[in-house]
């Protein structure tokens, strides 16, 4: 196969989905490569809504929120003849050029602005011989879904879908969800300590909340830092805030019990280190924490789609939530300081089906007869 992985940069969740599956084609000899979905419009196009969506979980969570929920109540938002769904297929002549340019033959969708793309594409070239999927990446059918016309959709559970909103539910198949393979893997929780320069004894919260460092991060560090009993320390990952990087450094400079970072390719090593997560919902790190069987407190920080999330893995028994600040902070330390409640969430988590989702979805789409490449 030569795949084209149309990703999104609204948020490093897609991103970090296209990666999963690219290193699986790579490690089967494929060619496989991701790129900016939103470019193919413009690259201007792709900055102001990259821009605004980082704006709104970070400033303004209640505004996503609120359009979440509207369109969830109001679907077809994203049908044809609207002008989102204009705006979006606006990019398919470029895509088009492309594709043909570099003779793909399978595009994957890791969002539903991709996905909505391709269906406009194979819509306008009816001639365009490619295989195309969607794979969703939350634990729910997103609004917008109901739009799309790919060959195959992949779910990471068949459970939680609403088989209503998807065009055609036979095609559907449950995947899992795509994750590194680093995720799949384990280093000893000593060994990855002195690996990071920490304290190889006492118990460790990792707190993150997204690429982003949105939610009330400032507010749950300024309560733990209090609450933190001894033996206990607190890493805090700020993503791409380097605003809020700066703070967390200026408030908890000279605290050995507290490491601030900003943006890091070492999540599966802070997660191997790490007794408990505390973090929002997002779709593909929760299930990173999940490959790992990494008990999880998790913040409703946007709502929205990971208000699905979050209710799949507290349902499990991986993960806990509380509804305030100060009862997150509680519920962290008093987790810490009971290695057999977060043994008995570790073990829940373990019985979550371990699916390799990138390998069955290359194995679905190597298995689909008819490859053709270009247009005929």
């Given at each position: 196969m030569n795949a084209l992985i149309l990703s999104c940069n609204t948020g490093e969740g897609h991103n970090s989905c296209a990666r999963a599956i690219k290193e699986c084609f790579e490690r089967h000899g494929d060619s496989c490569r991701i790129e900016d979905a939103l470019g193919f419009i413009s690259k201007g196009a792709s900055r102001f809504v990259s821009r605004w969506h980082v704006r709104m979980y970070r400033y303004m969570p209640w505004l996503f929120r609120l359009g979440y929920r509207f369109s969830e109540n109001h679907p077809g938002g994203l049908n044809d003849g609207t002008l989102p769904y204009r705006f979006i297929g606006e990019g398919t002549e470029a895509?088009?050029?492309?594709?043909?340019?570099?003779?793909?033959?399978?595009?994957?969708?890791?969002?539903?602005?991709?996905?909505?793309?391709v269906t406009e594409l194979r819509e306008k070239y009816p001639s365009l011989k490619i295989k195309s999927c969607f794979i969703a990446t939350d634990y729910t059918c997103s609004p917008g879904t109901e739009s799309i016309n790919t060959d195959l959709f992949f779910v990471p559970d068949k459970r939680v879908v609403d088989n209503d909103l998807l065009v055609s539910p036979e095609r559907v198949l449950d995947s899992g969800m795509p994750v590194r393979a680093c995720f799949y893997e384990r280093t000893d929780k000593k060994q990855a300590r002195q690996q990071l320069g920490y304290d190889s004894e006492g118990s460790h919260l990792l707190?993150?909340?997204?690429?982003?460092g949105c939610g009330p991060m400032k507010e749950l560090a300024t309560l733990l830092a209090h609450r933190l009993r001894e033996g206990q320390t607190l890493t805090i990952v700020c993503g791409t805030n380097k605003k809020l990087f700066r703070w967390m450094n200026k408030n908890f400079h000279g605290r050995r019990d507290i490491h601030v970072i900003e943006y890091t390719n070492d999540i599966s090593l802070l997660m191997d280190s790490a007794d408990l997560y505390l973090t929002k919902p997002g779709g593909l790190s929760t299930s990173e924490a999940a490959a790992k069987g990494l008990p999880m407190v998790l913040v409703n920080a946007v709502s929205g789609c990971e208000e699905y999330n979050l209710r799949y893995f507290v349902q499990t028994g991986l993960a806990q939530t509380a509804a305030e600040p100060e009862e997150l902070a509680d519920l962290c330390v008093r987790l810490l300081s009971d290695p057999a409640r977060l043994e008995a969430m570790g073990a829940a988590g373990r019985q979550i089906p371990r699916k390799n989702a990138s390998?069955?979805?290359?194995?679905?789409?190597?298995g689909m007869d008819g490859e053709k490449e270009g247009i005929e």
């Open positions: 895509l088009c050029r492309y594709i043909i340019q570099n003779h793909i033959d399978t595009v994957i969708c890791p969002h539903v602005f991709s996905a909505i793309m707190m993150m909340c997204g690429s982003m390998e069955r979805i290359y194995a679905a789409l190597s």
